[in-house]
């Protein structure tokens, strides 16, 4: 045998051994954003490098919200399998289990900071894919964004007393119950739906998302006041559904390079939401609208009476009362060096609900 003959064998033994290379798999992944709304940008991005990092494993063909199938039905396409991925907040999965609720978005707690913290420290990864995996899939967050604008209304909003009576469009479950203690009316519609909805006033007033995401849903047009801050969601997390035996058709390497596209994505989303917020904060100034703040005694208010709805909410859910325990535990566990290092910190350590209450609740 030839040296050349003896290396091409022995290369010929090794391939054997390690087995044919893995082909190149398809997956078909969906939003529940239309393109005419910037929140798509955040899926775009994770696709990008999604299909940069992965793409000789597995590549993502992405489609708007909508183009496949209504944005409603993103988590049963996505649980099927009829499709392998799907970008969605998960407060809109609430009626299938509350504790999606939490998983998206809080009621005066949590900024984007405080979910980065926790999903990548504090646990909050291990419980996103706990809470999708009863309905088999994986999930990787990779978007969060500080609070909602505020509602956005053509009465001003200054104080809760402003609030009665309001039909208000806003999201979640929290929210909602928060909403409605405070003497306004939930109305739950579609983000595409919120502009004629205003026009024509169907309802009185709407919170949507971001500063940056309502101006580019033409709020400025159909609406003369913004009141801020957004007390109802301090914060969101969005990211992607995947059918968990796509995920597992993956090989150990490509799974990572896809955590490794999300936490990329959830960096770079933290920092565009707030510069593309701060712009439009301007756009809205000069298109008129009258922006108005409610001061803190009024947010206090507004905390002790979030306090409250949190923690029933909890005890409604055993699997809502595991996820707020972990977050409130997180907030015990950061508080000391987070209060030792203000005001340079990131962020408040909220009043927040009882904690003891919701543990018990958990069976804790």
């Given at each position: 045998m030839t040296i050349k003959t003896g290396i091409l064998a022995g290369a010929a033994f090794v391939a054997t051994l390690c087995g044919p290379a893995m082909a190149q798999q398809s997956w078909t992944m969906t939003s529940t954003w239309p393109s005419s709304l910037e929140l798509i940008e955040m899926d775009k991005h994770f696709v990008?490098?999604?299909?940069?990092?992965?793409?000789?494993?597995?590549?993502?063909?992405?489609?708007?919200?909508?183009?496949?199938?209504?944005?409603?039905?993103?988590?049963?396409?996505?649980?099927?399998?009829?499709?392998?991925?799907?970008?969605?907040?998960?407060?809109?999965?609430?009626?299938?289990?509350p504790a999606f609720s939490p998983l998206a978005t809080h009621a005066s707690l949590f900024n984007a900071v405080d979910y980065v913290n926790w999903i990548q420290q504090w646990g909050g990864a291990d419980i996103y894919n706990e809470v999708y995996g009863r309905f088999g899939m994986v999930y990787l967050p990779y978007t969060v964004t500080n609070n909602e604008s505020g509602f956005r209304t053509n009465a001003p909003i200054r104080n809760t007393a402003?609030?009665?009576?309001?039909?208000?469009?806003?999201?979640?479950?929290?929210?909602?119950?928060?909403?409605?203690?405070?003497?306004?009316?939930?109305?739950?519609?579609?983000?595409?739906?919120?502009?004629?909805?205003?026009?024509?006033?169907?309802i009185d007033g709407a919170e949507f998302s971001t500063p940056n995401v309502d101006y580019s849903g033409g709020f400025h047009q159909v609406t003369k006041y913004w009141s801020t801050p957004g007390w109802h969601q301090s914060s969101s997390v969005f990211g992607v559904m995947i059918n968990k035996a796509a995920w597992d058709a993956l090989s150990p390497g490509a799974q990572e390079k896809l955590k490794i596209a999300a936490d990329a994505t959830m960096l770079w989303s933290l920092a565009f939401t707030e510069k593309r917020a701060t712009e439009a904060y301007g756009k809205f100034q000069e298109a008129g609208v009258e922006i108005t703040r409610m001061d803190d005694e009024t947010l206090a208010e507004i905390q002790?009476?979030?306090?409250?709805?949190?923690?029933?909410?909890?005890c409604a859910s055993p699997t809502s009362a595991k996820v707020y325990l972990s977050q409130l535990e997180y907030l015990n566990d950061y508080k000391s060096w987070r209060d030792a290092s203000a005001p340079f910190n990131l962020g408040r350590t909220p009043n927040g609900p009882d904690i003891e209450k919701i543990r018990a609740c958990a069976g804790q």
């Amino acid at each position: 045998m030839t040296i050349k003959t003896g290396i091409l064998a022995g290369a010929a033994f090794v391939a054997t051994l390690c087995g044919p290379a893995m082909a190149q798999q398809s997956w078909t992944m969906t939003s529940t954003w239309p393109s005419s709304l910037e929140l798509i940008e955040m899926d775009k991005h994770f696709v990008d490098l999604a299909n940069k990092l992965a793409g000789d494993e597995v590549k993502i063909d992405f489609y708007e919200g909508g183009s496949l199938v209504p944005a409603g039905e993103v988590f049963g396409a996505v649980e099927s399998g009829t499709i392998q991925a799907g970008a969605d907040w998960p407060g809109y999965w609430a009626g299938r289990d509350p504790a999606f609720s939490p998983l998206a978005t809080h009621a005066s707690l949590f900024n984007a900071v405080d979910y980065v913290n926790w999903i990548q420290q504090w646990g909050g990864a291990d419980i996103y894919n706990e809470v999708y995996g009863r309905f088999g899939m994986v999930y990787l967050p990779y978007t969060v964004t500080n609070n909602e604008s505020g509602f956005r209304t053509n009465a001003p909003i200054r104080n809760t007393a402003d609030l009665k009576g309001k039909r208000l469009r806003l999201s979640g479950l929290e929210q909602g119950q928060l909403l409605e203690r405070l003497g306004g009316n939930q109305v739950s519609m579609a983000g595409g739906e919120i502009y004629q909805s205003l026009e024509r006033g169907v309802i009185d007033g709407a919170e949507f998302s971001t500063p940056n995401v309502d101006y580019s849903g033409g709020f400025h047009q159909v609406t003369k006041y913004w009141s801020t801050p957004g007390w109802h969601q301090s914060s969101s997390v969005f990211g992607v559904m995947i059918n968990k035996a796509a995920w597992d058709a993956l090989s150990p390497g490509a799974q990572e390079k896809l955590k490794i596209a999300a936490d990329a994505t959830m960096l770079w989303s933290l920092a565009f939401t707030e510069k593309r917020a701060t712009e439009a904060y301007g756009k809205f100034q000069e298109a008129g609208v009258e922006i108005t703040r409610m001061d803190d005694e009024t947010l206090a208010e507004i905390q002790t009476i979030a306090n409250s709805v949190i923690e029933d909410a909890a005890c409604a859910s055993p699997t809502s009362a595991k996820v707020y325990l972990s977050q409130l535990e997180y907030l015990n566990d950061y508080k000391s060096w987070r209060d030792a290092s203000a005001p340079f910190n990131l962020g408040r350590t909220p009043n927040g609900p009882d904690i003891e209450k919701i543990r018990a609740c958990a069976g804790q």
